[in-house]
């Protein structure tokens, strides 16, 4: 029986892992730091197959002790601050969690067992101010806030503990993916949540930032394959995961809308409020997926409309049992 350990367990992306892993036979190890209240909610449904471990991404000595207890084959680096926008406001300790988190981990690796494969989550942020597109592995990366200069360091830090110690290191560069788990303070779980609280009469506006920046959004589950079928390969190598397909804020939001049968929704929405624009934005994100095509066989299987529908169906359900 195969092992794996994830950090940041009580994650989004980590309870989709969690699920797939199980199916495919692992045994499944999660990190979670310590907090005075209990957050497992992405998990409570396969809390009893999984095991739980104390580990911080500032405390290398509770990584090791994680690695020591496991004895995983493979660690996947899920765990970070992972909200742009909180970046700015706490620049430092971003740069401690999702740039130096990284080396720590890598580090407890090296001493505790070398062998071990490890998968990083790098992301599209690193590519900014894009300088090419569609962005692929070989674009310049050009980041733009402390987050995407963070996950710049997360990146190089992996790449070069494969070249220097030939640890088996890899790199997904995920575009933004999402789901009905997404935190609510990301702008697609944003806006199904008000979607489904408006037309329900249980909130009246949603106010958000920019509505022009585009993305290219899949969907979650679609996308801890592609991690895992990296770990498969005979080589570490970095790929990025992308639709290939990307759509404004806007357009997310009219979808949502639709979804609920509100065609316009003007009244609804309050545009460019200023908790919600960032000091500089990233405007264009479009992934080119062709090597994950051809070197994993992995492609999404979600499209963009039921990504929306999914997610705004998930939150009237939620916000019908919660009167
Ligand atoms: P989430 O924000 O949902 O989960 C992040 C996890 O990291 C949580 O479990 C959180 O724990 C944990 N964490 C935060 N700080 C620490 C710390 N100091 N020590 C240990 N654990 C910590 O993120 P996602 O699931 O969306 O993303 C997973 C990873 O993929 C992240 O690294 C993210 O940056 C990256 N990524 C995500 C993309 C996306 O579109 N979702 C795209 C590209 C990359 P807690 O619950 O205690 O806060
Ligand atoms: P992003 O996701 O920054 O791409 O990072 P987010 O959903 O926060 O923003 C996407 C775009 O929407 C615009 N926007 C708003 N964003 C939020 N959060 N709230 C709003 O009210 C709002 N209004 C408009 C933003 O300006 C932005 O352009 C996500 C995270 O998961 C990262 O961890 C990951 O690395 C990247 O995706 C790929």
Request: proline share 3%; charged share 25%; aromatic share 10%.
């Amino acid at each position: 029986m195969k092992k794996a350990l994830i950090t940041g367990i009580t994650g989004q992306d980590a309870s989709y892992l969690a699920e797939f892993l199980l199916k495919k036979g692992y045994k499944v190890f999660g990190t979670t730091r310590r907090s005075s209240t209990v957050n497992n909610e992405r998990i409570e449904h396969i809390q009893d197959k999984i095991t739980i471990l104390q580990g911080d991404l500032l405390d290398q000595g509770s990584l090791s002790s994680a690695l020591l207890e496991s004895e995983p084959d493979e660690v996947y680096n899920l765990a970070a601050q992972s909200f742009v926008q909180t970046s700015w406001n706490q620049p430092v300790l971003t740069g401690e969690f999702t740039a130096l988190g990284v080396t720590r981990l890598l580090e407890a690796i090296r001493t505790v067992n070398p062998k071990i494969k490890f998968y990083q989550a790098s992301s599209s942020e690193m590519f900014g101010k894009v300088t090419e597109t569609p962005q692929k592995e070989t674009t310049r990366f050009h980041p733009r806030s402390p987050y995407g200069v963070a996950k710049v360091y997360g990146h190089y830090i992996t790449m070069n503990y494969r070249e220097s110690f030939g640890i088996f290191a890899c790199s997904g560069i995920l575009f933004n993916h999402e789901s009905p788990r997404r935190g609510l303070e990301f702008v697609t779980r944003k806006i199904s949540n008000a979607v489904a609280r408006i037309s329900l009469n249980k909130q009246k506006t949603v106010e958000l930032g920019a509505l022009e920046p585009k993305r290219d959004w899949g969907f979650a589950g679609d996308y801890v394959e592609a991690m895992w079928l990296m770990m498969q390969q005979d080589k570490a190598d970095d790929y990025v995961i992308a639709t290939g397909e990307n759509h404004a804020v806007l357009e997310f939001l009219d979808l949502a809308f639709k979804a609920v049968g509100i065609n316009d929704w003007s009244e609804y929405v309050i545009a460019n409020k200023t908790p919600h624009m960032r000091p500089a934005e990233v405007d264009y994100l479009i992934g080119d997926a062709a090597k994950a095509h051809k070197v994993l066989g992995w492609k999404p299987k979600t499209s963009f409309k039921q990504l929306v529908e999914m997610m705004v169906k998930a939150d009237l359900a939620m916000e019908k049992k919660e009167k």
